[in-house]
C-alpha cells in the first residue's frame, strides 16, 4: 500500500495483485481440455467456471482475495435451454412455420438484453470478496435501449446517408464524382461506425457502473458520451497510416497488372512472372495490417479504460485509476501471440496470466477502505425459467 496527498490529508492507494502462476493454471487449462474432449463437450461449463474461480481466487485486494461460487452445473442447465430453444427454432424452419419463427425472432430480439442483464447479475451475486457479494440490477427497458435500441437506430442513420451519397454520386455521371462521392460515403459510413462503437461504450458502461454495487454500496460514474467517441474516433485515425501504407505496397504493383492484362491481353507466363514479387509484398501488408489493427484495438482499450476507471467510485468515497500504458500493453500482446504461436497454444496459460496480472497489477484502489461499512445485500438468485435461461447467456468477467 502506499499513499497520495490530497491537500493536506493522507488518502491510502492499494492496487490488485494476482498470485497465480503460469505453471498453476497450465494444469488447470489442460485438465479442463482433457475432460471436455473426453465427456465430447458436455464439461465445458464446469471448465468455464473452474478457469474462472482460479483467476479470481488468486486475485487480491489489501490482503483479501476474491471468491467465486458459481457452478458448472447453472451454466449447463442454461445451456440445455438455450439448445432446446434452437431445436425448436430450426424445427420450424424446416417445416417452414414462417409465423412461429417470426414470434420465436421477436421475442428474442424484445427479451435478449433483459436475459444479458440478468446473466450479468448471476455473475455479480457468485463473486465475492471480505464476505461481502457484489450485485447488479438494470431495467428491462434501459437494457434494451443499450444494446439494442440506440446502435440500431446509428446504424439505420449511417447506412441512409451512405445511401444519400452513393445515390448522388450515381445520378451524376460523372466517374470523378462517383468517386469522390463514394470516398465521402465511406469516410461517413466509417465515422458513423466510430460514433455508434463509442455511444455503445458510453452507454454499456454507464448501465453496468451504474446499477452494480459491492454489497449495499453502490457504484457509480458520469460517463462522457463525447469523450468516450473521441477516444474510438482517435483509434480509428490510427488505422489509417497503415491502411495508406498497404495501399502504397500493393496498388502499384495491382495496376500494373491490370494495365498489361488490358493492353497487352494478358500473357499468362508473364502475369505469373508479375505475380512473384506481388506475393512477398501482399505478406508484407498483411502484417502491416495486423499490426494496425492491433494498434487500433489497443488504444482504444488502454484509453477506455484509464477514462472509465477515473470515472468511477463506490460511495463517492472510493476512487479508481489505470496505469495500463499503450506501449507495454502492445508489446505484451504483441509477444504472447507470437510464443502462442510458436508453441501451438500450449504457452496460452502462460499468456493469459502474464496479461492479467499486468491489467490487475496497474488497477489501484484510492481511499481508506476499512472506513467502509461492509454488510451483505442478501440477495439470491432467482431459480425461475427465464433466469436459469439467463445464466447461460453471460460469462462476463467481474474483476477486470
Known sequence: MTSETHGSVAVPVRRFLFQGSGKGYFVVWLVNILLTLITLGLYLPWALVRARRYFYENTELSGARFSYHATGRS????????????????????????????????????????????????????????GVRFNFYATPLRAWWVMMGCPLLIIIASVVVFSLFVTSALSSGSYGAISVMIGIGTLV??????????????????????????????????????????IVVLSMLLFVPFIVLVMVLVMPSLMA??????????????????????????????????????????????????????????????????????????????????????????????????????????????????ALTLEDHGVQPAKDPANLLARGLSFYPAVL
Open 75 to 130: 451454466i449447463f442447465v442454461g445451456w440445455l435451454c438455450l439448445l432446446v430453444l434452437y431445436v425448436i427454432f430450426f424445427i420450424n424452419v424446416a417445416y417452414q412455420n414462417v409465423l412461429l419463427q417470426l414470434c420465436m425472432m421477436g421475442l428474442f430480439l424484445i427479451f435478449f438484453p433483459w436475459l444479458i442483464t440478468q446473466g450479468l447479475r448471476y455473475q455479480m451475486l457468485m463473486t465475492e470478496i471480505n
Open 257 to 370: 497488372m491490370q494495365e498489361y492484362a488490358y493492353v497487352a491481353g494478358g500473357d499468362p507466363e508473364q502475369l505469373a512472372m508479375m505475380m512473384g514479387p506481388l506475393y512477398g509484398k501482399l505478406a508484407l501488408s498483411y502484417l502491416i495490417y495486423i499490426a494496425g489493427a492491433i494498434v487500433c484495438f489497443l488504444f482504444a482499450f488502454v484509453k477506455l479504460r484509464a477514462y472509465i476507471y477515473g470515472q468511477l467510485a463506490l460511495e463517492g468515497n472510493i476512487r479508481f485509476s489505470s496505469t495500463v500504458a499503450m506501449g507495454r500493453m502492445f508489446w505484451i500482446s504483441v509477444s504472447n501471440m507470437l510464443v502462442c504461436f510458436i508453441t501451438l497454444f500450449l504457452a496460452w496459460p502462460w499468456a493469459k496470466v502474464r496479461m492479467t496480472r499486468y491489467l490487475l497489477e496497474n488497477t489501484h484502489v484510492h481511499g481508506d477502505l476499512e
Open 189 to 230: 459510413l466509417l465515422l458513423g461506425i466510430a460514433i455508434m462503437q463509442g455511444v455503445y461504450a458510453a452507454q454499456w458502461f454507464g448501465m453496468l457502473i451504474n446499477n452494480l454495487q459491492y454489497g449495499k454500496l453502490k457504484f457509480s460514474a458520469e460517463i462522457s458520451m463525447k469523450k468516450c467517441i473521441t
